[in-house]
């Protein structure tokens, strides 16, 4: 009797990514349209969303297919996954319900800690991989495993936060999550797939750690932010000259004239533009520390959050799950003029949201875009994932 043919392990976790980012982004849409009852702050709601929820699923999808590969082992069945993914989608399922018209701290707390449990049987597998691999770098993949951990870690603080009726908590935990996360996970690929934070065609280890020191400070502030309302100037000023520092070292490094051929590749060009924008997030991030240097804290709002969020994540994400869901379809084409059209739609809505700093009737249009994005993107790519594999692959 013939096997069952393996199932790939990014389908089922980028449909659950796709489901939840049309989810959160249309309940944000609707939030900021017409609000409705939730069971403690939208805006909380929001970060643990937008950061927390299809974000993973899209990194785990990510890992499943791109790890193994990494280390010399073969592809992962994604029936492995079964349990974890379906605790990671109902979990999320609980918190839109709570989020909406149940508005229930109860059922809220039973939806995070049922994604937590997912996700952290994820991660688990993950490690699992690691500890076999049979490849001698694997630094790359004990790397993306620490941050996916690290998101479980932040979810299951979330449900105890809820369960404690503690909404600063649940707050913290969305940032570490994002922060130390979603976000170290994004510069850990940014240097395993594209040359931007390599040297002489080689990655150049101390760049990414630079990466990932800027990263974490900028989490530490942010973490930090309920007790330093008005952090003193001996710790913002180096603070921001850090960042600004960082900022010009990220500029130079994708800027590099013996880039300028691989940048008519269509994915590194996305991949470029993404780390342009987290380049323009680290500046902005130290002209507000610079801002609060001077009494003038809060001045630029969430911009610097927003561009690392939305312009690099953002745009870094939608790049390369689009290029594993057309690759393992079998597209020779990964980067197409439907997918150049989503990444205008993307950077759009990105600077509409950078506009409603300055001016809030932009945050609806942005709120849309992303809504619309998200659901142009599950259209296009979720019926390829449900079929699977169709052709040989050329790319």
């Known amino acids: 009797m013939r096997a069952d043919p393996l199932i790939a392990p990014h389908r089922p976790l980028f449909l659950v990514g796709g489901l939840l980012w049309v989810s959160s982004t249309v309940w944000w849409m609707v939030q900021l349209w017409e609000p409705t009852s939730t069971p403690l702050d939208v805006t909380i709601l929001h970060g643990l969303l937008m950061g927390l929820s299809f974000m993973p699923c899209f990194i785990a999808g990510f890992c499943f297919t791109t790890v193994p590969r990494w280390l010399g082992l073969p592809p992962v ?35 995070l800690a049922l994604a937590a449990l997912g996700l952290a049987g994820l991660s688990g597998q993950l490690l699992g991989l690691c500890r076999r691999g049979a490849a001698g770098d694997a630094h790359h993949a004990y790397a993306v495993t620490s941050g996916l951990a690290v998101c479980a870690l932040a979810l299951a603080l979330a449900a105890a936060g809820a369960a404690l009726m503690q909404p600063l908590l649940i707050r913290q935990a969305a940032r570490l999550g994002l922060w130390f996360g979603v976000a170290t996970v994004f510069a850990v ?10 040297q002489q065609g080689k990655r150049a280890p101390w760049l990414l ?13 942010d973490l930090a932010a309920p007790w330093l309302a008005a952090p003193p100037a001996w710790m913002t000023m180096p603070a921001a000259l850090a960042c600004m520092g960082l900022a010009a070292v990220l500029l130079k490094a ?9 940048l008519r590749t269509p994915l590194l060009a996305q991949l470029h533009l993404g780390i342009l924008w987290l380049a323009l997030s680290f500046a902005l991030e130290a002209a507000a520390l610079l801002l609060t240097s001077f009494g003038q804290a809060g001045r630029l709002g969430l911009l610097p959050l927003h561009a690392l969020s939305l312009g690099f994540m953002g745009t870094t994400l939608l790049a390369m799950v689009s290029r594993v869901s057309a690759v393992q379809h079998g597209r020779s084409i990964a980067v197409d003029a439907l997918l150049w059209a989503l990444q205008c739609l993307l950077q759009a809505s990105t600077l509409a949201r950078m506009l409603g700093a300055m001016a809030p009737e932009m945050l609806g249009p942005a709120a849309g875009g992303f809504a619309l994005l998200a659901v142009g993107w599950t259209l296009r790519y979720g019926p390829w994932l449900l079929r699977g594999r169709t052709k040989p692959a050329k790319d």
């Open 77 to 111: 069945d994604a029936r492995r996954l079964s349990a974890s993914v379906t605790a990671l989608l109902l979990g999320w399922l609980l918190v839109l319900a709570a989020a909406g018209p149940l508005a229930s701290m109860t059922l809220l707390t039973w939806g």
């Open 209 to 221: 750690i630079l990466l990932l020191l800027g990263i974490w400070l900028r989490g530490g502030l």
């Open 254 to 262: 994708s800027l590099r004239r013996e880039l300028a051929a691989a």
């Open 189 to 198: 690929a940014l240097q395993r797939l594209s040359p931007f934070l390599h």
